[in-house]
Antibody, heavy 121, light 111 residues
Framework: QVQLQQSGPGLVKPSQTLTLTCAISGDSVSSNSAAWNWIRQSPSRGLEWLGRTYYRSKWYNDYALSVKNRITINPDTSKNQFSLQLNSVSPEDTAVYYC???????????WGQGTLVTVSS | QSALTQPASVSGSPGQSITISCTGTSSDIGGYTYVSWYQQHPGNSPKLIIYDVRKRPSGVSNRFSGSKSGNAASLTVSGLQAEDEAYYYCSSYTSSSTFVVFGGGTKLTVL
């Protein structure tokens, strides 16, 4: 059974960097068949895919155009986890952030518990 | 504004059936069989209930079924139960750089 455990702060100041981590159990961040995603949910934007990292003989990243200039998703093979960094945040980035696994078909079969991140001074 | 269009709300009485629609374009729903549906109870993470248009993950009730025609997909919940009251979201793989698009969500109320 795959489990995803998220961690990170719930409050970030405007212009600073949002950082969240998702620890994986029951699968590997280096899996050749899975991809590891970050998705956020807010009342104004609904569910919004942010990006993913995956390993297919080498590491790849895909990012949503809406955050492409501000986002980094990194795998950490030593801890079997992956992280999200979102730079230069504004109140519009306030949302519940989820990590999720997909099997290369945009089907998210396992989700983290969600982290409410508020951007406020 | 979400890329896929869903009704804001639907309702039904226990035992009845309801259908939730999800409308996209030929770049997403119409072009691929990677349509998924998620159930989300307040305060919880989304739960996958339908994938690849009509497949159910292990453990999901067969009261949930999915279909697709052209650029639109549908989720049918039969034999409504109180526990089905939740938000339902559709999603689809897309050929755009967005990778995946979601619907705005539909609140199902069991009367």
């Amino acid at each position: 059974q795959v489990q995803l455990q998220q961690s990170g702060p719930g409050l970030v100041k405007p212009s600073q960097t949002l950082t969240l981590t998702c620890a994986i159990s029951g699968d590997s961040v280096s899996s050749n068949s899975a991809a590891w995603n970050w998705i956020r949910q807010s009342p104004s934007r609904g569910l919004e895919w942010l990006g993913r990292t995956y390993y297919r003989s080498k590491w790849y990243n895909d990012y949503a155009l809406s955050v492409k200039n501000r986002i980094t998703i990194n795998p950490d093979t030593s801890k079997n986890q992956f992280s999200l960094q979102l730079n230069s945040v504004s109140p519009e980035d306030t949302a519940v952030y989820y990590c999720a696994r997909d099997l290369d078909t945009a089907t998210f079969d396992y989700w983290g518990q969600g982290t409410l991140v508020t951007v406020s001074s | 504004q979400s890329a896929l269009t869903q009704p804001a709300s639907v309702s039904g009485s226990p035992g009845q059936s309801i259908t939730i629609s999800c409308t996209g374009t030929s770049s997403d729903i119409g072009g691929y069989t990677y349509v998924s549906w998620y159930q989300q109870h307040p305060g919880n993470s989304p739960k996958l209930i339908i994938y690849d248009v009509r497949k159910r993950p292990s453990g999901v009730s067969n009261r949930f079924s999915g279909s697709k025609s052209g650029n639109a997909a549908s989720l049918t919940v039969s034999g409504l139960q109180a526990e089905d009251e939740a938000y339902y979201y559709c999603s689809s793989y897309t050929s755009s750089s967005t990778f995946v698009v979601f619907g705005g969500g539909t609140k199902l109320t069991v009367l």
